[in-house]
Nanobody, 124 residues
Framework: QVQLLESGGGLVQPGGSLRLSCAAS????????IGWFRQGPGKERDFVAT????????YYAGSVKGRFTISRDNAKNTVYLQMDSLKPEDTAVYYC?????????????????WGQGTQVTVSS
């Protein structure tokens, strides 16, 4: 099993940047594909980005491609989501999730483990 803890959320002005972290427990963290999802006010939870095991391939939702970057540091058991050029519509609770399933996973039902979420608010 793996336990996930997100951090790094906060209030930022439009055009600003934030870096979210997803810290994981467990010796086999590096073998998990990790995804980021978000749930805006009154909306369903949507896929944002994922980084796979073992290839480290990344995949992004169209709405964030070119602005967000997902990366991982297996030595630190941490996955990051660098968010640049933030927009008010990026306001949401951001969750990281983990799965042992191989390949690119954009469906939240493919993920077995979830963090508690971190709030990101983009507003002037």
């Amino acid at each position: 099993q793996v336990q996930l803890l997100e951090s790094g959320g906060g209030l930022v002005q439009p055009g600003g940047s934030l870096r979210l972290s997803c810290a994981a427990s467990g010796r086999t963290f590096s073998r998990y594909t990790i995804g980021w999802f978000r749930q805006g006010p009154g909306k369903e939870r949507d896929f944002v980005a994922t980084i796979t095991w073992p290839t480290g391939s990344t995949y992004y939702a169209g709405s964030v491609k070119g602005r967000f970057t997902i990366s991982r540091d297996n030595a630190k058991n941490t996955v990051y989501l660098q968010m640049d050029s933030l927009k008010p519509e990026d306001t949401a609770v951001y969750y990281c999730a983990a799965t042992l399933q191989l390949g690119t996973r954009t469906n939240q039902n493919d993920y077995n483990y979830w963090g508690q979420g971190t709030q990101v608010t983009v507003s002037s």
